[in-house]
C-alpha cells in the first residue's frame, strides 16, 4: 500500500526567511503533484512533478523530485504572509490520476 | 470554459440518511474522482469513473456508490450515513488522455452528520 508522508506538519516561519517541506513516499512513482488549501476551501495545484530530476519554480516556491529517493521537497524563499496555507504532496502511482495524498503541512507566515 | 463545479455547497443530514452530491466535470473532460477529506487530513480516494464506468475505487464500503452520465457530470451517493462521514467531498475532473492528465479540483461539498 502506498503512503505518503511529510514533514514537517506545522512549520510556523518568520517573513523573509527559507524552509523546506519533505514529501517521501513508500512505492516506485515519477508523477508526484503540489497543492494549496486555503482554509475549507478546495485544492489549487502548485506543480505537477513528472521525471526524475524535475524541478518547477512559481515565485517563491520551488518544487523538485526525486524518484530514486523517493522524495519530494517545496522549497520556500523568502516567505510571505500571502504563502500561509496548508500545502499537501500528492502521488500517482499507477499514473491514472488516482492520488494518494499526504497528511498535509500547515504553513503559518509570521510577520 | 467552465471549471469543475460542485452541488450543493453545504449540507446536513442526520446519521442513518441518504444523500447524493454532485459534480459537473470541466467541458472536454470525460473523468471524474471523487476524494473525502475528513477535517485536518489530506484527501483520501473513493473512487474514479471514465466515460460511465466505474475505473477503481478506494478503501471505501460499498455504501458509498456513485454515477457518471453522458454529459460526464458525476454523482456521489452515500447511504446509512455514520457520523464519521462528515467531511468535504471533493471532486476531480481531467481528460482522460493516454498519459499525463492534471485533475482540476472544484470547490467541495462539506456534509455534516448529526
Known amino acids: 500500500e502506498l503512503k505518503v508522508e511529510q514533514n514537517p506538519l506545522f512549520l510556523s516561519m518568520q517573513e523573509g526567511k527559507n524552509y523546506t517541506i519533505y514529501c517521501n513516499y513508500s512505492?516506485?512513482?515519477?508523477?508526484l503533484y503540489w497543492y494549496r488549501q486555503d482554509p475549507g476551501k478546495s485544492l489549487e495545484s502548485l506543480f505537477v512533478?513528472?521525471?526524475?530530476?524535475a524541478v518547477k519554480q512559481e515565485g517563491r516556491l520551488m518544487a523538485s523530485l526525486d524518484t530514486k529517493a523517493r522524495l519530494s521537497t517545496l522549497h520556500i524563499t523568502a516567505a510571505v504572509h500571502d504563502l500561509s496555507a496548508i500545502y499537501f504532496c500528492a502521488v500517482d502511482n499507477f499514473g491514472n490520476e488516482k492520488l494518494t495524498f499526504g497528511t498535509g503541512t500547515r504553513l503559518t507566515i509570521i510577520p | 470554459e467552465t471549471g469543475v463545479t460542485q452541488s450543493p455547497t453545504h449540507l446536513i443530514k442526520t446519521r442513518g440518511q441518504q444523500v447524493t452530491l454532485r459534480c459537473s466535470s470541466q467541458s472536454g473532460h470525460n473523468t471524474v474522482s471523487w476524494y473525502q477529506q475528513a477535517l485536518g487530513q489530506g484527501p483520501q480516494f473513493i473512487f474514479q469513473y471514465y466515460r460511465e464506468e466505474e475505473n477503481g475505487r478506494g478503501n471505501f464500503p460499498p455504501r458509498f456508490s456513485g454515477l457518471q452520465f453522458p454529459n460526464y457530470s458525476s454523482e456521489l451517493n452515500v447511504n446509512a450515513l455514520e457520523l464519521d462521514d462528515s467531511a468535504l467531498y471533493l471532486c476531480?475532473?481531467?481528460?482522460?488522455?493516454?498519459?499525463?492528465?492534471?485533475?482540476?479540483f472544484g470547490p467541495g461539498t462539506r456534509l455534516t452528520v448529526l
Open positions: 476531480a475532473s481531467s481528460s482522460g488522455q493516454i498519459f499525463y492528465n492534471e485533475q482540476f
Open positions: 512533478l513528472l521525471s526524475n530530476g
Open positions: 512505492t516506485t512513482s515519477d508523477r
